[in-house]
């Protein structure tokens, strides 16, 4: 079966009702996690980003607390998904400072991880890849932003 197109999927769906929608809606969330948390950030979280945010980091303040330190093999495989888990986050939020403040705090936990992440060339790649990312998205925010976010980029850095 051949997926159909965003456009086409939105033309079909201007065409039926508040009540078949919502039955789409729910039978979407019994087929995936990543719907599921789509749908719950949306629903209940969009409209308070700062404590969305703060969740998040909590998530992954406990994620780097749980990696097994005993290779710089598993630390490298446990942070690579936790990375992935706080892209994840970011997709469902879209918002460039949202993506900015989340991919910062990860940053500064992978700095402060010990054993230190210098002694890893693929951890070291994976935070200079890290950072370079975030300088991209921090040259098309807001001034005020671009000053707050670079005092806390520099932070990290130095």
Same mark, same amino acid.
Not at 101 to 130: G, V
């Given at each position: ?11 079909? *769906? ?9 039955e ?11 719907n ?46 936790? *990375? ?74 130095k």
């Amino acid at each position: 079966m051949k997926a159909a197109s965003v456009s086409e999927i939105k033309k079909e *769906l201007n065409t039926h009702s508040q009540k078949e929608l919502l039955e789409i809606c729910l039978r979407l969330s019994k087929f995936k996690k990543e719907n599921k948390e789509l749908l719950t950030y949306l629903l209940y979280e969009a409209s308070d980003e700062s404590s969305y945010i703060s969740g998040v980091k909590e998530e992954i303040t406990e994620q780097f607390k749980l990696i097994n330190t005993s290779s710089y093999y598993f630390i490298k495989k446990s942070t690579r998904k936790i *990375l992935r888990n706080t892209k994840k986050y970011i997709r469902y939020s879209k918002k460039k400072e949202t993506e900015v403040d989340l991919l910062i705090y990860f940053c500064a936990q992978l700095k402060n991880m010990n054993p230190p992440m210098e002694r890893s060339t693929a951890l070291h790649n994976i935070f200079l890849r890290q950072i370079e990312s975030i300088k991209k998205t921090i040259s098309t925010l807001h001034e005020d932003l671009q000053y707050d976010f670079g005092a806390e980029l520099h932070e990290i850095t130095k």
